[in-house]
């Protein structure tokens, strides 16, 4: 079992930023690929970015150049920062451990464990 907890959302006005976090519990983090979603209300849950064992980083095409993925193995801890935010960001965003070397990482169905999800809201 793995537990998931984010911190760091909020509200933040529009070109505005917040660093998200995600820390995990258990021995053998390193071995897992992590993933962030997103699912504003009345929408599914879409993928933003994700970052492997060994920290090759993924990211959705709207995420792309504003969005940045990292790991820290020895704090068990990912993180996503968010610069550039835009209204269009708003949303709860999930964090997500992949623990069966599954090559596909872009996919909710992929992942094994979720954290309980965190508010983020962009203002204009």
């Known amino acids: 079992q793995v537990l998931l907890v984010e911190s760091g959302g909020g509200l933040v006005q529009a070109g505005g930023s917040l660093r998200l976090s995600c820390a995990a519990s258990?021995?053998?983090?390193?071995?897992?690929?992590m993933g962030w979603f997103r699912q504003a209300p009345g929408k599914e849950r879409e993928f933003v970015s994700a970052?492997?064992?060994?920290?090759?980083?993924y990211y959705a095409d709207y995420v792309k150049g504003r969005f940045t993925i990292s790991r820290d193995n020895a704090k068990n801890t990912v993180y996503l920062q968010m610069n550039s935010l835009q209204p269009e960001d708003t949303a709860v965003y999930y964090c997500?451990?992949?623990?069966?070397?599954?090559?596909?990482?872009?996919?909710?169905?992929?992942?094994?464990?979720w954290g309980q999800g965190i508010q983020v809201t962009v203002s204009s």
């Open positions: 258990g021995r053998t983090f390193s071995s897992y690929a």
């Open positions: 997500a451990a992949e623990t069966r070397y599954s090559v596909v990482l872009r996919t909710p169905r992929e992942y094994d464990y």
């Open positions: 970052i492997s064992r060994n920290s090759l980083t």
